[in-house]
């Protein structure tokens, strides 16, 4: 019986023994995680950080995204990274989200070496961003261009009638709030909003010609709305060279960056920031027309984003 009581002690504190070596092992293998991101990612948690190429993927429609904004801000202060690659993948969005990224990122040109790498589309906005950094390179069959500004509204007075709905308003002018989506769009109307469409498409137009080596005539001949090719773009001089990361990569390295260095992403700090439209909302709409789990993502991918878009908008279809 003692020796039973004695194999039992022994069992417990072999247990205890192997609970604390389990403890300790899991203790330093996240002190070891931790270390590890703070020598890569050192800027972001006050470290040191190892010299590095920054990579910022600029995905979705694009609205004014402060999070992305002080994302950059933070790679131009950052004293390990070396260059920047801007990973494009965009239809474009509304115009002064696309001038506020296009800002911030000449603001980060000034201070490292940046290059655009497109991958299936850089259309309006999306291009507008790309035409902020010093070089731009994207795949032969990439999409790129869709120069131009776009504004876009429904009519529903037709189904108000069919549904036997009045709107009635009081307003201090006659352009107030027009277009409405409840009254057809008069010539008054119209003429008010290609005005402010022409001032955008004209500002537009100006920083191709001032990013891109085009000639006003050839910038102006170019923003018709159409889209090419990376291969026509390269032909056209919408970018500079044609492939994906590793010739993004080999560009910096001819602007002083050194071979061999790591490109580590910048990620944004929370799902629903950066660039693609904020999914609460969507969720919401899912949730209202019943659409179950992925609904919200479903809702994105037929565009349904653009609906809740607001300023002008430069969107290529899809």
């Known amino acids: ?64 995204d402060e999070e992305l904004i002080e994302r950059l801000d933070k790679i131009g202060e950052s004293t390990s990274v070396k260059g920047v690659i801007l990973s494009i993948d965009s239809p474009g969005g509304t115009t002064a989200g696309g001038e506020a990224i296009f800002e911030a990122v000449r603001k980060l040109a000034a201070q490292k070496p940046v290059v655009a790498q497109v991958g299936t589309l850089a259309a309006s906005a999306g291009y507008m961003i790309a035409t902020a950094s010093d070089h731009i390179v994207a795949r032969k069959s990439s999409i790129v261009g869709s120069i131009g500004v776009l504004v876009q509204f429904p009519d529903i007075t037709g189904l108000m009638d069919k549904l036997g709905v009045k709107l009635e308003e009081i307003k201090s002018s006659p352009l107030k709030a027009e277009p409405s989506p409840f009254n057809p769009t008069n010539d008054e109307e119209r003429a008010m909003i290609r005005s402010m469409i022409l001032d955008s498409y004209d500002w537009f137009v100006g920083l191709v010609e001032e990013r891109r080596p085009l000639s006003r005539e050839e910038a102006l001949a170019l923003a018709d709305g159409s889209v090419f090719t990376g291969r026509q773009a390269l032909e056209k001089k919408l970018v500079d060279g044609l492939g994906g990361e590793a010739e993004a ?70």
Do not use: C
């Open 249 to 318: 990569v080999k560009w910096l390295s001819g602007k002083g960056v050194a071979a061999g260095l790591k490109v580590v992403e910048w990620e944004a700090k929370g799902s629903g920031s950066g660039l693609f439209f904020g999914s609460s909302l969507l969720q919401a709409v899912a949730r209202m027309l019943g659409v179950p789990d992925r609904g919200a993502e479903l809702l994105r991918e037929i565009g349904a984003e653009r609906l809740f878009l607001d300023g002008l908008v430069s969107l290529w279809h899809p």
């Open 1 to 64: 019986m003692v020796s039973r009581a004695d194999d039992l002690i022994d069992r417990r504190n072999l247990r205890r023994k192997l609970t604390f070596w389990r403890i300790a092992a899991i203790v330093i293998a996240a002190i070891g995680i931790a270390a590890a991101s703070a020598w890569i990612y050192g800027d972001e948690f006050g470290g040191t950080a190892a010299a590095h190429i920054a990579k910022v993927k600029i995905e979705g429609t694009i609205t004014e």
